[in-house]
């Protein structure tokens, strides 16, 4: 921590704000001191933290995966190719189960959706002061551990896959089907505006509900933890109580960070199945 | 909430995240399981095989067992037959044999009585002869013991 924060409400900005690079206002790039700062460094700026730590555990995702697949064998499997078959089967299941067409992307998708969300999520069970406390020992003023608390992370992601509905929507259904869709339900044609109202927001609520949903769930388990650390800084009474109250919260969010990934997935191939699929 | 380029970043790398897990991580496992299932379906079908065969067998060790049995009971008899025949042909040779000895041994008796039914007879004669010469000498009664004579070759 580069100016040991004092204050509980300086404590908590400091957790949530993001190492980020930039253009200073005077012109120079640097890295941002306070959340003001990287505010005001406007869209041209980059959360250094969220980008590392997403894709070094995307790299170990793949990576690790990679290695089971290149070893898979049909014979006894070892520990870690079981694993990584029971990994993709469930996957595989899912798919099967939600997803009608036949579309070689929506699995691997899935599986990377669901490994990489969860692993992002999972930094979380890390205590919030330890890589931070790192950080800030090598000289890093700000530092996010958890990636998926970044709405530009979970944006990035459920804004792909945003791309990917329109996509195969108009693929698929072609430009006049994806548009008579739109336009022309739930009510009869002559209503067309309104039914483009609601249907349209029904089709951006798509990507948003992904990404807040992820955020959202993320933010506050991170808020959460934040504030059962501050306990330690009380009593010994209150110190122990916060142990026992970031054990519960962590067991709970064991839970949280499995769900929110599986949900992710899971909504993705029934966006990508709703695109994928033609009315008539 | 503030958005920066972060976003880009982050749509870029998951698009080549998925595209590596498509290109070089999913298929790989995806066969590796088709093939694994292949196989145990493979071994299941050839262990029902087996103990089809095994059924086959069995069954086919149990007629094998049988016939053989059947054949065993069929050459004991027939042994048997055979061997009340020869025990019959040889009691049959036997008497045959038995009735050929004793004839000719009834026929050489026959011939040693006769034989020495002669002799005796020759002898009682000369005994006779012998005898009567010595009553003659004696008594010169030849008529009266000429009887006596005649009974005792007689009784002979």
Known sequence: MSAAPETSAEYIEHHLTNLTYGQHADGHWGFAHSAGEAADMGFWAINVDSMLFSIGLGVLFLWSFRKAARTATTDVPGAWQN??????????????????????????????IFIWIFMINAMDL?????????AGLMGVGHLKVVSSADPNVTFGMSLTVFALVLNYSVKIKGLGGFFGELAFQP??????????????????????????????????????????????????????????????????????????????????????DMASQEHH | MNFNATLIGQSITFIIFVWFCMRFVWPPIMLALQQRKERVAE???????????????????????????QQAAEVISRAEKRGA???????????????????????AI???????????????????????????????????NDELIKDLVAQI
């Open chain 1, 83 to 112: 694993f990584v078959e029971w990994v993709v089967e469930f996957i595989d299941e899912s798919v099967r189960g939600s997803f009608s067409g036949k579309n070689p992307l929506v699995a691997p998708l899935a599986l990377t």
């Open chain 1, 126 to 134: 890390i205590a919030v002061d330890w890589l931070p406390w790192l």
């Open chain 1, 187 to 272: 009510f009869p044609k002559w209503m067309a505006p309104i039914n483009l109202l609601l249907e349209g927001v029904t089709l951006i609520s798509k990507p948003l509900s992904l990404s807040l949903r992820l955020f959202g769930n993320m933010y506050a388990g991170e808020m959460i933890f934040i504030l059962i650390a501050l306990m330690y800084g009380g009593s010994i009474a209150m110190g122990a109580l916060g142990g026992l109250l970031q054990l519960g919260w962590a067991i709970f969010h064991i839970l949280i960070i499995t769900l929110q990934a599986f949900i992710f997935m899971t909504l993705t191939i029934v966006y990508l």
């Open chain 2, 43 to 69: 071994g299941l079908a050839a262990g029902e095989r087996g103990k089809h065969e095994l059924e086959l067998a069995r069954k086919k060790a149990l007629e094998t067992l049988h016939e053989a049995k």
């Open chain 2, 85 to 107: 025949e020869i025990v019959e042909e040889a009691k049959n040779e036997a008497v045959e044999e038995g009735g050929r000895v004793k004839a000719a041994a009834l026929v």
């Open chain 2, 110 to 144: 026959e011939q040693e009585v006769n034989r020495a039914k002669e002799t005796l007879r020759g002898q009682v004669v000369e005994i006779a002869t012998a005898g009567a010469g010595r009553i003659l000498k004696r008594e010169l009664d030849a008529t009266a």
